[in-house]
């Protein structure tokens, strides 16, 4: 396949086929050929030998080609506001003039307050967010508001602390026993190996446990499901090792040779027998006990996990716990378990991000509360909530986000939109407009990913990165966010650390792999070979050299150095009072196979197939609450109040409901878009969070549900039709 092919030779041909990488989505990576008809995109097709999509390509790849590449309301040139926020009154400017504008007040600001005054922020792994690091590092400032706090991070924070990057299961060596908790792989296709290689290895019958609140079409294929409450991973995972030790079923090698502290990490277990754990998590004593047996006798076996588990204050020790399984169990870096894959040869350039932060964590908000998060240069958002109402530890004047719909993603909504109203300077790098650009100062258009030439999959741990070429043209004066970004560092006053081109920097990326990026662009991808085991020669990278059960790191910043459940803050354990106020525990953020956060709305083809925000709910609470099947209900917290559609189903615990995420109708009026009355966000909570990692609880809070007399205004409305005519 000719993937030379520039756009402007496009134009020439009338009807040609080329070879990229996908980002229809967030995370991405999947092979796919897109048909090209005059330079316009109008068909994509999976690449059957690309090694981690195998062929697939999901929905969402459709709806972006024939909805939202050429939708009506993309964003086409840089526009500042000129009426009051929120009012909708913009004016076109020129690229120079919004750069010159943010260049300036920036470094006013800067100069008034300084850097750590401007925040910097974007999403989850779009590909670009290395270069949002490389803008702050340059500008000094240590904060840069992202999802780390719940989203992958804290794995990265907890395998950084035992000396390692994250293992993830090397499906292609097919392990004999698959463990999917808090992931529901098959829809997500997060991170690393996408859903295709979870199901391909369930074909061959391995052993299949699954951990999850929900029956979901993955827990219905497993030979064990664990149904356990949301939030109590913890206390499961632990008395499974109670079990595994007890029993005798670790690896005694392993812990012998590679390991310390795991005495003191078996007298914590003691805490943890299974009907200790049966009352914590809801799950029968039984169930864990032969889940822990299964798990620790077959050979090879992985853990595939998601942020089922780490959207809670048991985040940090959620992740620890089932890599120490893994490593318990002689799984860790063995073929077929979890293994910690090496970067690509072009990829190890992690100063490319700056290097200041860590001389400034002093400075970065909550840096001295959240260690862990500060370890690897994450802050949690309330820090920069709670900094905009009190002007401490100093000011917050201006923030710059990048791929990011903060009004939508962030918990406790009603404060997140105060905070963007009073905050003085505020840009917003998008597609479309969302919630969160009408809330902005100056909005600049991004191109989409078919747009504009960048390396793909850098920030993943599965040891490949992809050329993700440009094939089509971007309209009006859209820019990629590379582009952007690097004349951004560059009006800020720092031209010795950006580039002339942003294409050079993809050629500064590939250096140490050899080829640049016109040669890279024509490659089907780089990865170096996995090494097993390589702890064996090498240790870990702790500062013992060895595997720390016991994990001496926390105890001197004043956390516990062994795994504990800590109870949500919001749980049927609290008062009665509260209790019988909000009685269901809820879990949100479920992921569909339509919607990628809060993206895809605009779709009319995803949006015909999943029209509503849907609410999991078991037929005794439904009855109980006097609402059917296809009814809309409220879904109230102590912070607020959302319109979802029930769908009433036995696949979760009649105390558990479970919501999806990220709603909003971007066919009502701005500046809401409706999303007060469906956005799960208005209902979490900002405060009460993970004490390591400042985590915010996403999954396991507590709630009401009724039913709602009328549908939301979005659907009793008329209102402009979707999509891109
Ligand atoms: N289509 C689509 N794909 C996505 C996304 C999307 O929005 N849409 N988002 C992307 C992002 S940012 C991420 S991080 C990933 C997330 O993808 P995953 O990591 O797969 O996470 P979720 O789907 O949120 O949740 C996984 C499962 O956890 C269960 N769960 C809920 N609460 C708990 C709990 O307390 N404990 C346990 N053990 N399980 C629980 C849910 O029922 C669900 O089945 O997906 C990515 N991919
Ligand atoms: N209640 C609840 N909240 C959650 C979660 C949950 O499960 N429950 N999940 C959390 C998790 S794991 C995550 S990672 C976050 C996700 O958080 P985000 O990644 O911040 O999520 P999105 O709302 O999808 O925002 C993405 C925005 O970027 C725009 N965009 C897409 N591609 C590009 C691009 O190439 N360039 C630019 N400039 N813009 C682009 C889209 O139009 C959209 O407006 O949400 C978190 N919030
Ligand atoms: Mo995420």
């Given at each position: 396949?000719?993937?030379?092919?520039?756009?402007?030779?496009?134009?020439?041909?009338?009807?040609?086929?080329?070879?990229?990488?996908?980002?229809?989505?967030?995370?991405?990576?999947?092979?796919?050929?897109?048909?090209?008809?005059?330079?316009?995109?109008?068909?994509?097709?999976?690449?059957?030998?690309?090694?981690?999509?195998?062929?697939?390509?999901?929905?969402?790849?459709?709806?972006?080609?024939?909805?939202?590449?050429?939708?009506?309301?993309?964003?086409?040139?840089?526009?500042?506001?000129?009426?009051?926020?929120?009012?909708?009154?913009?004016?076109?400017?020129?690229?120079?003039?919004?750069?010159?504008?943010?260049?300036?007040?920036?470094?006013?600001?800067?100069?008034?307050?300084?850097?750590?005054?401007?925040?910097?922020?974007?999403?989850?792994?779009?590909?670009?967010?290395?270069?949002?690091?490389?803008?702050?590092?340059?500008?000094?400032?240590?904060?840069?508001?992202?999802?780390?706090?719940?989203?992958y991070l804290p794995r990265l924070a907890v395998s950084k602390q035992l000396g390692m990057s994250v293992p993830i299961v090397d499906y292609d060596n097919h392990p004999e026993c698959i463990m999917s908790w808090g992931s529901n792989t098959i829809k997500s296709n997060a991170d690393e190996y996408i859903g295709v290689n979870l199901g391909l290895n369930l074909k061959r019958k391995p052993k299949y446990i699954v951990v999850d609140p929900q029956r979901t079409q993955l827990a219905d294929k497993a030979d064990i499901w664990l149904q356990l409450r949301p939030g109590t991973d913890v206390a499961l995972s632990m008395a499974m090792m109670h079990v595994m030790v007890k029993e005798d079923l670790y690896d005694k090698?392993?812990?012998?040779?590679?390991?310390?502290?795991?005495?003191?990490?078996?007298?914590?277990?003691?805490?943890?027998?299974?009907?200790?754990?049966?009352?914590?998590?809801?799950?029968?004593?039984?169930?864990?006990?032969?889940?822990?047996?299964?798990?620790?006798?077959?050979?090879?076996?992985?853990?595939?996990?998601?942020?089922?588990?780490?959207?809670g204050v048991n985040c940090a020790d959620s992740d620890r716990t089932l890599i120490f399984m893994s490593a318990l169990t002689g799984n860790l870096d063995a073929k077929g378990g979890n293994v910690m894959f090496g970067p690509p040869p072009g990829l190890p350039r992690m100063e490319f991000c700056g290097t200041n932060f860590h001389d400034n964590v002093d400075k970065m908000l909550g840096g001295k509360k959240y260690r862990l998060a500060a370890s690897i240069n994450r802050i949690t958002p309330h820090v920069i909530w709670d900094a905009i109402e009190t002007g401490k530890p100093y000011p917050i004047r201006g923030m710059i986000i990048n791929g990011s719909n903060p009004l939508a993603v962030r918990a406790n909504t009603s404060r997140v939109h105060e905070s963007l109203k009073k905050l003085e300077f505020l840009v917003v790098m998008d597609i479309y407009p969302t919630p969160t650009t009408e809330m902005a100062d100056i909005v600049l258009p991004a191109a989409t990913w078919m747009e504009h030439n960048n390396i793909a999959d850098y920030w993943k741990s599965h040891g490949?990165?992809?050329?993700?070429?440009?094939?089509?043209?971007?309209?009006?004066?859209?820019?990629?966010?590379?582009e952007m970004l690097n004349e951004l560092g560059k009006k800020l006053g720092f031209e010795d650390q950006f580039w002339d081109t942003y294409e050079e920097s993809l050629d500064y990326i590939l250096e140490p792999a050899g080829v640049t990026w016109e040669q890279f662009k024509d490659m089907d991808y780089l990865r170096n070979?996995?090494?097993?085991?390589?702890?064996?020669?090498?240790?870990?990278?702790?500062?013992?050299g060895k595997f720390d059960f016991y994990i001496q790191q926390n105890a001197d910043w004043g956390y516990d150095p062994l795994p504990h459940h800590q109870e949500p803050p919001e749980s049927p354990a609290r008062e009665a009072e509260f209790v019988e106020k909000f009685p269901l525990v809820l879990t949100t953020g479920t992921r569909t196979a339509e919607y990628f956060g809060s993206e895809h709305r605009q779709s009319k083809?995803?949006?015909?197939?999943?029209?509503?925000?849907?609410?999991?709910?078991?037929?005794?609470?439904?009855?109980?609450?006097?609402?059917?099947?296809?009814?809309?209900?409220?879904?109230?917290?102590?912070?607020?109040?959302?319109?979802?559609?029930?769908?009433?189903?036995?696949?979760?615990?009649?105390?558990?409901?479970?919501?999806?995420?990220?709603?909003?109708?971007?066919?009502?009026?701005?500046?809401?878009?409706?999303?007060?009355?469906?956005?799960?966000?208005?209902?979490?909570?900002?405060?009460?969070?993970?004490?390591?990692?400042?985590?915010?609880?996403?999954k396991g809070l507590m709630?009401?549900?009724?039913?709602?007399?009328?549908?939301?205004?979005?659907?009793?409305?008329?209102?402009p039709e979707l999509g891109i005519a």
């Open positions: 396949m000719d993937t030379k092919t520039s756009a402007e030779n496009l134009k020439q041909n009338k009807t040609e086929v080329v070879h990229t990488n996908c980002r229809a989505c967030g995370h991405a990576g999947c092979g796919a050929f897109v048909t090209l008809e005059d330079g316009k995109a109008v068909k994509i097709a999976g690449d059957k030998k690309h090694p981690i999509s195998k062929g697939y390509l999901c929905r969402k790849a459709r709806g972006f080609i024939e909805d939202m590449q050429y939708h009506k309301d993309r964003l086409l040139y840089p526009q500042k506001r000129v009426g009051e926020k929120g009012e909708g009154k913009w004016e076109r400017i020129s690229w120079d003039e919004a750069l010159t504008t943010i260049a300036e007040k920036f470094n006013q600001i800067k100069a008034e307050d300084g850097p750590e005054s401007v925040i910097f922020g974007h999403g989850t792994g779009r590909s670009h967010h290395r270069f949002v690091y490389r803008v702050a590092n340059a500008f000094g400032s240590p904060n840069v508001l992202a999802n780390g706090h719940v989203c090698h392993f812990v012998e040779n590679y390991t310390t502290g795991f005495d003191k990490f078996c007298e914590r277990l003691e805490e943890y027998s299974p009907e200790v754990a049966e009352e914590i998590t809801w799950v029968p004593k039984e169930k864990i006990i032969e889940a822990a047996r299964v798990f620790a006798k077959i050979k090879p076996a992985a853990i595939q996990w998601g942020v089922g588990i780490e959207h490949y990165i992809f050329p993700r070429p440009k094939i089509v043209d971007a309209p009006g004066e859209a820019m990629g966010d590379v070979e996995p090494e097993y085991k390589k702890y064996e020669t090498e240790g870990f990278k702790s500062k013992s083809l995803l949006r015909k197939m999943h029209p509503y925000p849907l609410l999991n709910i078991h037929p005794d609470a439904a009855a109980e609450r006097g609402i059917e099947h296809g009814d809309w209900v409220y879904i109230e917290s102590p912070r607020g109040k959302v319109k979802h559609k029930a769908n009433v189903t036995d696949a979760i615990d009649p105390r558990v409901v479970a919501a999806e995420f990220a709603w909003w109708y971007p066919e009502m009026k701005a500046p809401d878009y409706g999303f007060r009355e469906c956005s799960i966000n208005f209902l979490t909570d900002d405060k009460n969070v993970g004490p390591e990692s400042g985590s915010t609880n996403l709630c009401q549900v009724s039913k709602a007399d009328e549908a939301p205004a979005a659907y009793s409305e008329s209102k």
